[in-house]
């Protein structure tokens, strides 16, 4: 054993040896050359607490461009000081800055050599966990905290995209380039089928609903980015069961900023102003190229009904978007009572004309300390509304498939003066895309939301046990919306029905109370620390909708009112964890949390979820102590159980009544009534469960200049939610949810941050993270059948009833279900022809095939880079998806003739695939419309500069010039690599966007 530690420890002295002989050299290329004719001269060695010397430590001379950096074995050597009284700076990554005054006379050589001491604070930051916090050192769980001077650089509406590349293992994909447009979350990929995918987002204490809100794009879009302080975020079941049955896919803890005990007030006003523009078109049909098209192979009609004009559809609908972002903040703290107040505007126009949002918003945020600082006191409260226009978005569609030899408008009044197709009778023509600018300019979609997040958490240390604190939290997130939908009587898209005037409401409640104690001891005998937590936690929420009439612009009733909507559901809980750290060596935690759901019938609304996690700080160990190049190196594994009962309905165990559709009313005399329809329920419905198992290693060497973690982790769900067929007669459906299935989630994550320089001068640092992530569907039905296929999913534009993915058993969610397409000699696909897969001579839905390919990537990883140089700053972050391919739904609908609209009474127009394909109809279901999506996008580049205090020294000043979505790299033919799901067909393009970030400090 002694002599595998000595080869263990010399190994790692070599490693060490290379990779800071490595970064002696980088270091040196940025120290100045110094001039050797000077009068003075400082030497000196410096070490650390063990008394090895420190490679790389930067002595500076404060106020010139005078210093060195020491060597192998410490020494440093400063030459050409001109005499005269300095600070010197001595610094060095991982460890505290020291500064010492001295005064050097000419020709004099002075010496100074110093111990520098390790700075731990990067190990003893806090970190915000499930009803508590604890020291990243402590950590036993994957727990990520990103915090503001790491955050995404830019514009942003919604606060997800401030970390969007920056956490391993977590995928945020924006869901368009709507202004507020929310994103697509996960966190190691999707645990369910059926039910939602999303974490669980806790704001300052209060866990928010994932649903939406009536009149709102996205419910984070009501909530300022600048407010937030940090992101934290529960990747695995040991540190987020403690959240029980809303855990499953992980959890998003976000704390906003506050102020600051006995500080002076500070007055911040910061101002984003922001152009956008749209990057890439579809690749459709010029004018020209249209024309000469239909000229050769169109009939008579189709040729007789081409115009005159040379219209860019897609340039007509988009504009270059403005928005301004302004936020003012007052902080600071009167004796023990810490206050930020943070008011916003935000207007952010859209880059498809008419879309817009306007956001006002106020936060508060009260920390006193009470009764000689044993009753601490934190008061949040958050309040925006949001006033939307949302464009009508099938103009995106209309776009690309309108004629482009028509002209926009039509040189009459009919239909507003937009040109459209008529059908005989002079109605517009029923079956032709409408005007893109009409449906644009003739619709006015617009909402007013108003949100309130806000709680008051008590903290109580009791004046008989310092070390017992009783907690009692109590929250709310309330929302209340209204909107209006006009349509003029003379628009098109609704000219038969006389246009539309229509409005609705929703409101919204969630209510949380949370009381819990914290028990926090040292048991100096036994060389421990007991750190234990138990509560109660009550949840309410509701949705209520009144219901109102569809009305034309007349006011005649199309539809009469149904009944007024409102349901609500509660989650009781009681949770404990325990927290033992042995000898600051080896950590353990163990949860607890028994949840009961209204959601779930009296039989299955109660579950247990355990979670345990052990960590090993193994640079503690005697074995590891010696290897000066290793900082720290904590070894984590893990188990939990985490549920789901995010469903999408409140009471699925029974019967509930919807009111019919108008084709299934019942007459009575002359008078039609409309009916209750019973929905299909199961009594036995129960949430879905995962079990997750992960072992981590976090490191860091050279004082924590390299640093970093690897996680590996296995996710199973059991009792998945799914859609199976059910004898007919045995149920008010055919088709019931239920739990039958499981599934697979297993990966790998690793994260490495590296600090190149840091010095007085200038720092230089590189992060990046890498996922690899496998998904597959291991049950599906509680029969097994092998001749079934599976679930066929993704529905898709064109045709009816057409779907491109399958859920099978075997396979990854979302798996591509297509014929394999039949290629001639010169790599052009066959019309119609398909492989034969089971040799019959026939091709039938039997020949369609799943397609080794799936929507999600294999690997996507984060890369990013700051730099700061004096008073300049500049960096980059960059992000890829590899490995997973999208349905190209617009070549697929529109790359082909029959789309030119034949004998329908009009002309439409086609991708520019058509001529890749002669195809004459549609060809749906063949993977030739499958490509590869692997892309590396450049998310944003900023480069500022601190023109430090102006006007009379009393005000700060720093610029930031930023571009959003700079650069993206795919072999993608459509607009977008990036799409959620899969299936690209005509979805809000995501805009480039060049900002100036204007900061002033009073």
């Known amino acids: 054993m002694t002599s595998n530690n000595h080869i263990t420890k010399n190994l790692l002295r070599m490693i060490n040896r290379y990779l800071t002989k490595r970064l002696f050299l980088m270091l040196s290329l940025f120290v100045p050359v110094l001039l050797a004719a000077q009068n003075a001269t400082l030497r000196g060695n410096i070490q650390d607490e063990a008394g090895e010397p420190l490679l790389g430590v930067t002595v500076f001379l404060e106020g010139t461009t005078i210093g060195a950096i020491t060597d192998f074995d410490g020494n440093y050597t400063v030459e050409s000081i001109t005499p005269g009284t300095y600070n010197v700076q001595i610094s060095f990554v991982g460890f505290k800055k020291e500064t010492t005054t001295m005064t050097f006379a000419a020709g004099e050589t002075k010496t100074l050599s110093l111990t520098l001491f390790e700075d731990v604070n990067i190990l003893e930051e806090a970190v915000v966990i499930g009803y508590g916090t604890t020291q990243t050192k402590d950590l036993t769980g994957s727990v990520v905290a990103v915090s503001t001077k790491d955050f995404q650089k830019g514009n942003f509406a919604t606060p997800e995209q401030l970390v969007v590349g920056k956490v391993a293992?977590?995928?945020?994909?924006?869901?368009?380039?709507?202004?507020?447009?929310?994103?697509?979350?996960?966190?190691?990929?999707?645990?369910?089928l059926n039910a939602s995918n999303d974490p669980l987002i806790v704001i300052d204490g209060v866990p928010v609903?994932?649903?939406?809100?009536?009149?709102?794009?996205?419910?984070?879009?009501?909530?300022n980015p600048d407010d937030i302080e940090t992101f934290t975020v529960l990747k695995d079941a040991s540190a987020a069961a403690i959240y029980g049955s809303r855990a499953a896919n992980g959890v998003i803890i976000i704390t906003t900023k506050k102020g600051a005990a006995s500080s002076k007030l500070n007055v911040g006003f910061s101002t984003n102003n922001s152009i956008s523009q749209i990057v890439n078109y579809v690749d459709v049909l010029g004018a020209q190229q249209f024309r000469d098209t239909v000229l050769a192979h169109g009939n008579a009609t189709q040729i007789n009904l081409l115009g005159e004009s040379e219209t860019d559809w897609q340039r007509e609908i988009y504009q270059v978007g403005f928005a301004t972002d302004n936020n003012l903040s007052l902080s600071g703290g009167v004796k023990n009572l810490p206050y930020r107040l943070g008011l916003e505007f935000n207007h952010t126009e859209g880059i498809l004309k008419t879309s817009e949002m306007d956001r006002v918003g106020a936060t508060l945020n009260l920390s006193p300390n009470l009764i000689n600082n044993h009753l601490k006191v934190d008061v949040n409260a958050k309040y925006y509304n949001v006033q939307n226009v949302f464009a009508n978005t099938g103009a995106i569609g209309s776009a690309v498939t309108f004629d482009p030899t028509q002209s926009v408008t039509s040189g009459t009044d009919e239909f507003g003066g937009y040109f459209e197709w008529v059908s005989g009778n002079g109605n517009p023509n029923a079956l032709a895309p409408r005007n893109p600018l009409g449906l644009l300019m003739q619709r006015q979609d617009e909402s007013s939301v108003n949100r309130f997040i806000g709680n008051v958490m008590l903290d109580y240390t009791?004046?008989?046990?310092?070390?017992l604190h009783l907690i009692v939290n109590v929250g709310g997130d309330f929302a209340n919306s209204n909107g209006t939908v006009f349509v003029p009587a003379e628009a098109a898209s609704d000219f038969l029905r006389g246009g539309v005037n229509n409005k609705y409401e929703q409101t919204k409640v969630n209510r949380v109370l949370d009381t819990y104690f914290n028990y926090k001891t040292d048991l100096r005998a036994l060389k421990s620390t007991v750190d234990l937590t138990g509560g109660y936690s009550f949840q309410y929420w509701s949705t209520e909708s009144p219901e109102q009439p569809d009305l034309n612009v007349a006011g005649d009733t199309i539809t009469p009112p149904g009944l007024p909507f409102f349901t609500d559901n509660a989650l009781m809980s009681f949770y404990g964890r325990l927290n033992y750290n042995l000898a600051e060596k080896y950590i353990l935690t163990a949860t607890l949390r028994n949840d009961g759901s209204s959601r779930f019938s009296p039989d299955t609304r109660w579950g247990l979820f355990p979670s345990v996690a052990f960590a090993w700080r193994l640079s503690e160990e005697s074995l590891f102590k010696d290897i000066q190049s290793l900082s720290f190196l904590k070894l984590r594994v893990g188990w939990g159980i985490t549920g789901q009962q995010d469903i999408f309905s409140d009471y699925p165990y029974i019967a509930n009544y919807a009111e019919g559709t108008s084709t299934a009313q019942y007459q009575f005399g002359d008078v039609f009534y409309t009916v209750l329809r019973p929905d299909g329920y199961d009594p036995n419905i129960k949430w879905e469960e995962t079990t997750s198992i992960n072992v981590g290693l976090d490191f860091g060497f050279n004082n924590n200049r390299w640093n970093g973690a690897i996680d590996v982790y296995r996710k199973t769900t059991e009792d998945l939610l799914s859609i199976i067929p059910i004898p007919a007669g045995t149920n008010f459906t055919n088709q019931l949810l239920t739990n039958v299935g499981s599934m697979l989630n297993t990966g790998m994550e690793i994260s490495l941050n590296y600090?190149?320089?840091?010095?007085?001068?200038?720092?230089?640092?590189?992060?990046?993270?890498?996922?690899?992530?496998?998904?597959e569907i291991t049950k599906l039905n509680v029969l097994e059948n092998e001749d079934d296929p599976g679930i066929l999913v993704g529905g898709i534009s064109g045709g009816v009833g057409n779907t491109i993915q399958i859920h099978s058993?075997?396979?990854?969610?979302?798996?591509?279900?297509?014929?394999?397409?039949?290629?001639a000699e010169d790599g052009s696909p066959i019309e119609g022809e398909y492989v034969d897969q089971n040799g019959d001579g026939v091709i039938n839905p039997d020949d369609i095939v799943r397609f080794d390919g799936n929507p999600a990537p294999n690997l996507f990883i984060g890369f990013f880079s700051n730099f700061n140089y004096k008073k300049w700053t500049a960096g980059f972050s960059l992000r890829g998806e590899f490995g997973q391919y999208v349905y190209n739904n617009v070549n697929s609908s529109l790359g082909n003739y029959f789309n030119v609209g034949s004998t329908k009474g009009y002309l439409a127009n086609m991708t520019s695939d058509?001529?890749?394909?002669?195809?004459?109809?549609?060809?749906?279901?063949?993977?030739?419309?499958?490509?590869?999506?692997?892309?590396l996008r450049l998310d944003n580049l900023y480069l500022g500069y601190n023109f430090g205090n102006i006007i009379a020294d009393q005000v700060g000043l720093s610029a930031t010039f930023i571009i959003q979505n700079a650069l993206v790299i795919s072999s993608y033919s459509g607009i977008d690599p990036e799409v959620g799901g899969g299936i690209d067909n005509n979805f809000y393009p995501r805009p480039r966007t060049y900002g100036v970030n204007l900061n002033f400090n009073f």
């Not at 058993?809 to 290629?823: A, H, I, S």
């Not at 001529?915 to 892309?935: H, K, R």
């Open 169 to 192: 293992g977590v995928q945020i994909t924006s869901n368009s380039g709507q202004p507020g447009a929310g994103s697509r979350i996960r966190i190691r990929g999707g645990t369910s």
């Open 209 to 223: 609903d994932n649903g939406g809100i009536s009149g709102a794009s996205n419910p984070l879009s009501l909530l």
């Open 462 to 467: 009791t004046h008989f046990m310092e070390d």
């Open 755 to 775: 600090v190149a320089i840091d010095n007085e001068n200038m720092t230089l640092e590189f992060g990046g993270n890498a996922t690899f992530n496998r998904n």
């Open 809 to 823: 058993v075997g396979f990854p969610v979302f798996t591509f279900y297509t014929y394999e397409q039949v290629y």
């Open 914 to 935: 058509y001529v890749n394909t002669v195809f004459q109809t549609p060809q749906y279901l063949t993977d030739y419309y499958l490509e590869s999506a692997s892309y």
